[in-house]
């Protein structure tokens, strides 16, 4: 059974950093992380190839230039890197994988069928 988990969740002041890490049971075809507030949508924060899906790693544009994905495909392993985190930030983040082979990066949640547990994010003023 695939298993995703989620650490490097925490509290932190408003421009702090946090970096969070999903290590898999397997390896996928795309990774990603998605975050939901509470009373909002899930949407997606980054999301990176690791084989047949082509192109560069994708952000929602709220994440560029402050978050930062990455993988170590030996470790089954993806990381979100926050910096400059706002108290809008705060949510529930989620590791997620697809085994579907996409022409890009996909941040559509529909589009994953692995999910991990999630990690929360809190960001104080």
């Known amino acids: 059974q695939v298993q995703l988990v989620e650490s490097g969740g925490g509290s932190v002041e408003a421009g702090g950093s946090l970096r969070l890490s999903c290590t898999g049971s397997?390896?996928?075809?795309?990774l990603g992380w998605f975050r939901q507030a509470p009373g909002k949508e899930r949407e997606g924060v980054a999301a990176?190839?690791?084989?047949?899906?082509?192109?560069?790693?994708n952000y929602a544009d709220f994440a560029k230039g402050r978050f930062t994905i990455s993988q170590d495909n030996a470790e089954n392993t993806v990381y979100l890197e926050m910096n400059g985190l706002k108290p809008e930030d705060t949510a529930m983040y989620y590791c997620?994988?697809?085994?579907?082979?996409?022409?890009?990066?996909?941040?559509?949640?529909?589009?994953?069928?692995?999910w991990g547990q999630g990690t929360q994010v809190t960001v104080s003023a």
């Open positions: 990176i190839a690791t084989r047949t899906t082509r192109g560069a790693p």
């Open positions: 397997s390896s996928y075809n795309l």
């Open positions: 997620a994988a697809s085994s579907g082979i996409w022409p890009f990066a996909t941040l559509r949640p529909a589009n994953y069928n692995y």
